[in-house]
């Protein structure tokens, strides 16, 4: 039986619902994160486990809601967390630890040694899940850094199955990896997957080049578009999988009358001015305060366009101190910025602190004459592709960071800038505001083929077309 034939069992840090208390019971919603967008337009009807973490304590109420949800196509089977496993794998070592290091921000880390326990405590719970929901016929496909070791778990427990790892964020170049006090554990951690997957080739480099300084006696083989890894305790193949999204979903819906009739809405109401627009989870890795003294920067300039920022920012971590303190500083730049330049008629920064619903935010991109999406750093950014299907009308500018993964895929069509640097991106704005019509088509149009291209379902089909190919040859040489 090939991979492809096989129920698929995926495994994330959370499962692709929300829940939430009402009253006495729980409400149930899809989720709405980057990981679920990209997965469950491929993945949706198929049959198989999607195992994650609820976001709650163990709840038998909990689990009758989710054995009796069917509406993805997969069984939903939960994993709950105490408060400390929460604080300790979550909050600690995955969010003080592991965000901040893979995005090259290591002086925002904190190396609590207690961390690094519960980490592996939690990975063997979602391992001992996984080996209670599968069986050897199964292909497991974990996703993300919350779950790096769940392979090792796994073969630790006995349990014997083909075990895949996609990672959604960026790989730190050595000189950042090595930093992690755990580096050599979570690398051969790695290493007990059958196949490794990263967003793009820069990613699998670092991955490359911190094997070779930190297992040396990894023997490594590239064949064709996959890395060969051979060590004493077996073969792993890695390879770069760039990850999209639904282009023909977001077209459709983005190409309907009522969107149309609510981007004309937008523009109307800002109009004469030209419309910037940020969509960001709230995070530090956004590169949200530096766009906005960009902004200013742009703002302060002679002869500047008619413009207007619409920076919509989607909670998260809420509970975090550092991500309230991001939201403080954000609030104070808007605010700083409509204090100095804003005029009666004219709000130069329109701030929405609000998950968009999918029909709005199509509208906003419909809209939006330049799309600003400058991170200090990211695994791929889906929101920069979003931009470019929803722009069925051909127009539209992208400026990206060249440190998001998108920009390997889009930067023949994009205006790639440091977010660092502030006068660089306000020139980057000033470019695309005054960028004449064939321009903006001619570019967009570039972008528009490469995400319909490299959309979900080819990430999809590449990631376990791949490791059919490696189960193949494997039976093969048996």
Same mark, same amino acid.
């Given at each position: 039986m090939?991979?492809s034939?096989?129920?698929?069992?995926?495994?994330?840090n959370?499962?692709?619902?929300?829940?939430?208390r009402?009253g006495?019971s729980w409400k &149930?919603?899809?989720s709405?994160?980057?990981?679920?967008s990209?997965l469950m337009?491929?993945?949706?009807?198929a049959?198989?486990?999607?195992i994650g973490?609820?976001?709650?304590?163990? #709840?038998?109420?909990?689990?009758?809601?989710?054995?009796?949800q069917?509406?993805?196509?997969y069984?939903l089977?939960p994993?709950?967390?105490?408060?400390?496993?929460k604080s300790?794998?979550y909050c600690?070592?995955?969010?003080e630890?592991?965000?901040?290091?893979?995005h #090259?921000?290591q002086?925002?880390c904190n190396f609590?040694?207690?961390?690094w326990e519960?980490?592996?405590?939690?990975?063997?719970?979602f391992?001992? +899940?996984?080996?209670?929901?599968?069986?050897?016929?199964?292909?497991v496909?974990?996703?993300?850094?919350?779950?790096m070791?769940v392979g090792?778990k796994?073969?630790?427990?006995g349990?014997r199955?083909r075990?895949?790892?996609?990672?959604?964020?960026?790989f730190p170049?050595?000189?950042?990896?090595?930093k992690?006090?755990w580096r050599?554990?979570?690398l051969?951690?790695l290493?007990?997957?059958?196949?490794?997957?990263?967003?793009?080739?820069?990613?699998?480099r670092?991955?490359?080049?911190?094997?070779?300084?930190?297992?040396?006696?990894?023997?490594?083989?590239?064949?064709? #578009?996959?890395?060969?890894?051979?060590?004493e305790?077996g073969?792993?193949w890695a390879?770069s999988?760039?990850?999209?999204?639904?282009f023909?979903?977001v077209?459709?819906?983005?190409?309907t009358?009522e969107?149309?009739?609510?981007?004309a809405?937008?523009?109307?109401?800002?109009?004469?001015?030209q419309?910037?627009l940020?969509v960001?989870r709230?995070d530090?890795?956004?590169g949200?305060?530096e766009r906005?003294?960009?902004?200013?920067?742009?703002?302060?300039?002679?002869?500047?366009?008619?413009v207007?920022?619409v920076?919509?920012v989607?909670?998260?971590?809420?509970?975090l101190?550092?991500?309230?303190?991001?939201k /403080?500083?954000?609030?104070?730049?808007?605010s700083?910025?409509?204090?100095?330049?804003?005029r009666?008629g004219?709000v130069?920064v329109?701030? /929405?602190?609000?998950?968009?619903p999918?029909?709005e935010?199509f509208?906003?991109?419909r809209? +939006?004459?330049v799309?600003?999406?400058?991170?200090?750093?990211?695994?791929m950014?889906?929101v920069?592709?979003?931009?470019c299907?929803?722009?069925?009308?051909q #127009?539209?500018v992208?400026?990206l960071?060249?440190y998001?993964?998108?920009a390997?895929e889009?930067g023949?069509?994009?205006i790639?800038?440091?977010p660092?640097?502030?006068?660089?991106?306000?020139?980057a704005?000033r470019?695309a505001?005054?960028?004449?019509a064939?321009?903006?088509?001619v570019? &967009?149009?570039? &972008?528009?083929?490469?995400?319909r291209h490299?959309?979900a379902?080819r990430?999809?089909?590449?990631f376990l077309?791949a490791?059919?190919r490696?189960?193949?040859?494997?039976?093969?040489?048996?």
């Open positions: 090939t991979v034939e096989r129920p698929l069992v995926l495994v994330s959370r499962l692709p619902v929300v829940l939430e009402e006495e &149930m919603q899809a709405a994160g980057g990981l679920v990209a337009p491929a993945v949706a009807g049959r198989g486990t999607w973490w609820t976001g709650t304590g163990e #709840d038998p109420e909990v689990e009758r809601l989710l054995a009796a069917t509406e993805p196509g069984r089977q994993v709950f967390l105490t408060q400390g496993e300790g794998f600690g070592f995955s969010n630890i592991l965000w901040p290091l893979f #090259d921000l002086s925002r609590e040694p207690s961390y519960t980490y592996q405590q939690v990975n063997a719970k391992a001992a +899940a996984v080996a209670q929901a599968s069986g050897p016929e199964d292909f496909w974990v996703h993300d850094y919350h779950l070791l090792e796994l073969r630790q427990s349990a199955r075990v895949g790892f996609f990672l959604h964020i960026p170049a050595p000189d950042i990896f090595e992690l006090p050599r554990q979570v051969e951690a290493l007990a997957y059958g196949l490794v997957g990263f967003q793009t080739p820069r990613d699998l670092n991955f490359t080049n911190c094997l070779r300084r930190l297992v040396p006696q990894a023997l490594l083989h590239r064949q064709e #578009d996959l890395l060969q890894v051979q060590t305790g073969r792993t390879g999988f760039p990850i999209g999204i639904d023909a979903a077209e459709r819906q983005a190409g009358a969107t149309a009739h609510a981007a809405r937008i523009r109307a109401d800002l109009a004469p001015c419309m910037v940020g960001d709230l530090y890795t956004k949200i305060p906005l003294k960009a902004f200013g920067e742009l703002l302060r300039q002679p002869d500047v366009p008619k207007s920022l920076q919509v989607v909670p998260s971590r809420a509970d101190p550092r991500y309230q303190d991001l /403080l500083e954000v609030e104070r730049l808007v700083q910025i409509n204090g100095e330049h804003g009666t004219w130069p329109h701030y /929405l602190y609000r998950q968009l999918p029909a935010l509208s906003y991109y809209a +939006a004459d799309a600003l999406i400058t991170p200090l750093k990211d695994g950014n889906l920069a592709k979003e931009y299907a929803a722009r069925c009308d #127009d539209g992208l400026v960071s060249e998001a993964g998108a390997t889009l023949s069509g994009a790639l800038v440091n660092y640097d502030v006068e660089g991106v306000a020139a704005l470019q505001l005054t960028m004449d064939g321009e903006r088509h570019r &967009m149009r570039r &972008m528009r083929r490469r995400v490299t959309n379902f990430w999809f089909d590449s077309g490791a059919e490696l189960q193949t040859a494997a039976a093969a040489a048996a």
